[in-house]
């Protein structure tokens, strides 16, 4: 699958701003490889858990970055995702199915530290420890 760019998850925003040094050499590297992107649901998770110090910073990097609409045709990919995960007794919740059918609709790279939270064969990813 070739990728359009990079979907960044809640977990390496995290990292980033916490100013962990790694987190920002990492997606300036991307960033020159790839446009960076992210879609409500990692923004409604990040904002869930701001600190009050980290509130400017934050909502300038989200005022900047490219953004992935959530449509039907994605809700109803996330949807099969959560049912037939569920089946073969593995939980997924409805956030990060939300954000893997986000990446395949985009054709976007999805950027986690929580690789076992994506199990999806057709999900393009990268693991960032």
Not at 57 to 80: P, Q
Not at 81 to 104: C, E, H, M, N, P
């Amino acid at each position: 699958m070739e990728s359009n760019g990079f979907l960044l998850d809640t977990t390496i925003l995290i990292d980033l701003f916490r100013g962990r040094q790694e987190a920002i050499v990492f997606l300036d590297k991307l960033s020159q490889e790839g446009s960076l992107f992210v879609c409500p649901i990692v923004v409604s998770e990040i904002f869930s858990g701001v600190r009050p110090q980290e509130m400017s910073k934050v909502e300038v990097f989200f005022e900047a970055m490219n953004y992935c609409a959530i449509d039907y045709r994605t809700a109803k990919r996330a949807g099969l995702y959560k049912r037939d995960f569920q089946k073969k007794g593995i939980t997924l919740s409805i956030s990060d199915a939300l954000i893997a059918a986000t990446a395949v609709d985009y054709s976007l790279t999805l950027v986690t530290k929580n690789v076992r939270h994506f199990p999806m064969k057709d999900l393009s990813i990268i693991e960032h420890s």
